[in-house]
């Protein structure tokens, strides 16, 4: 990577499930973890179906965001089904490429912001994982985060979402409203993402990478000539050296 002239703020914006870290997303291990708590009321269930009913028209990812109604009652706080008080979110392992990505950008001067479907508790568990991650480093940083609000009611989630689920489109209005609002030079900031519902958000800056994409993500990002990473969990840096020589030699047949 290399550092640019500043004309204006610059950013660099991150999806989370798939991209910082690997599957399963971080809200399939929430809801694992609220059902092996019970935490969930039985009429919830018929709820989500319901509401997956009404959605389908609008696709599967309407129906994967936008869909929140299983957390309907369901105590912010998780003191319900939390001996602590405070709700438990476990923490999966970042890609240690990712950790290093970020640390970069936050060395360059970069404002860092998570723009994820996920629910917004859930990211901003992670955003504070990553602040203690460079933090250990001596890199100090602020991580903005951009995710699916949920409606809460007397210290309860109601299962609705405040505003649009995060995803797709979203993203990229949300990150052109971040820029006018926090001064951002979009041509000049940075985006990753590994999902081909991520290019929207990936279109909207000058510097667009994909990570561990599938196939049709890939073919798409080689047409719009951007990077393509493989980041995996726990590789040694002789293995990373030996895959990024590979993507070179690949480039260069290509």
């Known amino acids: ?19 910082l870290m690997a ?53 912010k706080d998780g003191s319900e089904f939390c001996q602590s008080g405070q709700l438990e979110m476990a923490v ?6 990712a950790v290093d ?7 360059q ?31 100090p940083t602020s991580v903005g985060v951009c995710a699916t609000r949920l409606e809460e009611n007397l210290g309860r989630w109601t299962g609705r979402i405040v505003g649009d689920a995060m995803f797709g489109k979203t993203k990229a209005q949300a990150v052109r409203q971040m820029a006018t609002c ?8 940075y985006a990753y993402g590994d999902s081909i519902v991520d290019r929207w958000m990936l279109e909207a800056v000058g510097n667009a990478a994909v990570v561990n994409p599938s196939w049709r993500m890939e073919k798409f ?3 719009r000539g951007w990077a393509v990473l493989t ?13 990024t020589q590979r993507r070179d030699e690949a480039e260069k047949v290509a």
């Open 182 to 189: 926090e001064g951002f030079e979009l041509a000049q900031c």
């Open 1 to 19: 990577m290399r550092s640019q002239g500043k004309t204006g703020r610059i950013a660099a914006f991150f999806d989370l499930d798939g991209t």
């Open 109 to 139: 001067g970069h404002e860092i912001v998570l723009v994820s479907g996920t629910v917004a508790p859930l990211a901003q568990e992670m955003a504070l994982a990553l602040i203690v991650r460079l933090a250990v480093r001596g890199i």
């Open 221 to 223: 990002a080689r047409r």
């Open 23 to 75: 599957p399963p997303s971080l809200e399939r291990r929430f809801f694992s973890d609220l059902r092996r708590r019970r935490a969930i009321p039985m009429r919830n269930y018929f709820l989500w179906l319901a509401r997956t009913a009404r959605l389908a028209a609008r696709g599967i990812e309407a129906m994967r965001h936008a869909n929140k109604m299983y957390l309907r009652g369901v105590r």
């Open 92 to 97: 999966p392992r970042f890609f240690p490429e």
């Open 231 to 243: 980041w995996t969990e726990g590789r040694n840096s002789t293995q990373r050296a030996l895959g």
């Open 101 to 107: 990505t970020v640390a970069w950008h936050a060395e």
